[in-house]
């Protein structure tokens, strides 16, 4: 059954080979959409799941760069009990690096207490150098700093060269690569040097970050940290900040800054419903508890909150996968039709010879499903081959994933769509009787 099947599908190259093409774009196109998806997940995954500290910064920030919190806060953080390491951070835009503007991606400069880096169990910059070293306590207060892999590419740099920096002149002396759009996107110098370069508050940080003593929960860090800075003035980070945020200075890939741009201005307007301007003062508990002055994140909290938002990009590729779908239904529902009706004299002739409808429904379906795998097939390798190679040559701006779950999931979805593009021209060929078959295809 199914070999004659395929016989009746060479028998007529071109309407099938057009029908197999439609179904190949439209299964193609579904792996390359939803590899967006994952390729997202992937990336938040593999970024925050090796950050196993905590993030100290201002209320309502929704990444280190855009917060500020007061520089002697960390020596305070560094009493809590539990608290293992304490490690000031200053972030900010690299604006030109070569005289060239750093629009996308964007570039970033990270100064960090060189002493406090050494000391982390964990340190996602320091534990991935791929040549040269890392940062020691004698580059404090020097330009030397360690780049990543995709910026030393894009300028063509080593270690040893120079690179110019908003004016600034650093020396190369080491490369990392974490291999995260997220991550890869630093530049690491001292703190002093960053707040030279741009003329950073000295009085201020980004943000704190803390790693905690073995066996110490996330639950009792965030507690004594709340319990010590409760009831302390520091302005919340507001929407009018948000609006000031370019989408260029966001990490990532253009999916990416756009998901993480969403974020940042949901947050602040969900804020800002929480907490409605009213001229009457509250007078429920939580008016009248003291107000927590820092807020602190782990690294999960941030992945979770990407991945939150990354739920509406699904619903646009469902969509777009949806349009796709119908064609592809379309096609093959036109060429089962076709096919149908030029052998209704064939399928007469079968009943009266002995076979029954079922035998029929069958040889129809059998042909139809033929076509949905094999143009399941085709478009789920063409669509894997497409991920790779804009990979390839856009490593530094997206990162697509066809997992195994999708390629799977896309094949078993084209022979669906193929059973059910022959299910109606199947029925019509069983419903008439032999005489009937034969007389309409002899028309």
């Known amino acids: 059954m199914i070999s004659f099947s395929l016989k009746n599908l060479l028998s007529r190259p071109a309407r099938s080979i057009l029908a197999l093409l439609g179904l190949t774009v439209a299964i193609m196109g579904m792996v390359g959409l939803f590899s967006v998806a994952t390729g997202i997940e992937a990336m938040v995954n593999q970024t925050f799941s090796r950050i196993p500290g905590f993030v100290v910064m201002q209320p309502g920030a929704p990444f280190p760069l855009f917060s500020r919190i007061p520089k002697e806060w960390a020596d305070e953080l560094r009493q809590i009990p539990g608290v293992r390491v304490v490690r000031p951070e200053v972030w900010a835009r690299a604006q030109l690096i070569e005289g060239r503007p750093t629009f996308s991606p964007p570039r970033f400069l990270f100064g960090t207490d060189i002493p406090a880096s050494l000391e982390l169990k964990s340190s996602v910059y320091r534990d991935d150098m791929v040549e040269g070293r890392f940062l020691t306590p004698a580059d404090r207060g020097t ?64 943000s704190v970050y803390l790693e905690a003593e073995d066996g110490v929960s996330e639950e009792a860090i965030e507690s004594a940290v709340n319990d010590k800075f409760r009831g302390r003035s520091l302005a919340d980070w507001t929407r009018n900040q948000a609006e000031l945020i370019p989408t260029s200075s966001l990490p990532g890939g253009p999916i990416v800054r756009t998901l993480l741009s969403l974020l940042i201005h949901a947050e602040t307007a969900v804020g800002e419903q929480a907490a409605p301007l009213s001229a009457e003062p509250r007078t429920d508990d939580a008016a009248r508890e003291p107000k927590v002055a820092l807020e602190i994140r782990t690294a999960a909290e941030f992945g979770d909150e990407v991945q939150k938002f990354s739920a509406d990009l699904d619903v646009f590729l469902y969509l777009m996968t949806g349009i796709g779908v119908v064609i592809a239904l379309l096609s093959i529902l036109n060429t089962m039709l076709m096919s149908v009706s030029e052998r209704l004299t064939e399928f007469g002739v079968l009943k009266a010879n002995g076979w029954s409808s079922w035998n029929v429904l069958l040889l129809v379906g059998y042909e139809s499903a033929s076509l949905g795998f094999f143009g399941g097939i085709l478009g789920c390798l063409l669509g894997w081959c497409g991920t790779l190679i804009i990979n390839s040559y856009f490593r530094d701006r997206l990162m697509l994933y066809a997992d195994p779950q999708v390629l799977l999931t896309s094949l078993a979805f084209s022979t669906l769509l193929g059973i059910l593009g022959g299910a109606y021209p199947a029925w019509w060929a069983v419903k008439l009787s032999p005489m009937a078959a034969i007389r309409r295809g002899s028309l």
């Open 143 to 206: 330009f030397h700093a360690v780049i990543s892999r995709p910026i030393a590419r894009d300028y063509q740099k080593g270690v040893g060269d120079t690179l110019r920096v908003d004016g600034f002149d650093l020396k190369i002396v080491g490369i990392y690569e974490c291999g995260s759009l997220l991550l890869d996107v630093a530049i690491i110098l001292d703190e002093l040097a960053v707040r030279k370069i741009d003329g950073f508050d000295p009085q201020s940080v980004s």
